[in-house]
């Protein structure tokens, strides 16, 4: 949990929060189908539904106040990975920042499938 101080009093970001947002952010790009979660019996990666897109996001707390952010995602068969990750990192760094306030120190994309 982030906690932010100013004048009116203390505003605390706890972990769901963040990774709603950062795996809205990521499912949101082009070329993702969605976040995936590793089934523990087969050891297969799942797509995650909406409701569950947390699953697959993991944040770090830092001592500085800053977060680290990995995301376990699934992409369209035939997109640019470099490109998708690209655009997955800047386009979560943003929004996570725009909306909570707290500096993302990095963003780890791990691609488990491609469908």
Known sequence: ???HENENGNVCV??????????TAA??????????????????YH????ESMAKGVR??????GTISIDLHIIVDTGVNLGA?????ISEVRYVVTKSTGTEVKAVNVFIDSMM
């Open 14 to 23: 706890s972990t769901s929060v963040y990774t709603d947002i950062a795996g």
């Open 84 to 88: 998708v990750g690209a655009s997955i």
């Open 59 to 64: 944040v770090e707390f830092h001592e500085d």
């Open 47 to 50: 797509l995650l539904r909406k």
């Open 1 to 3: 949990m982030v906690c």
């Open 27 to 44: 499912s949101n790009c082009f070329g993702v189908k969605g976040m995936a979660a590793r089934s523990v019996s087969d050891g297969v």
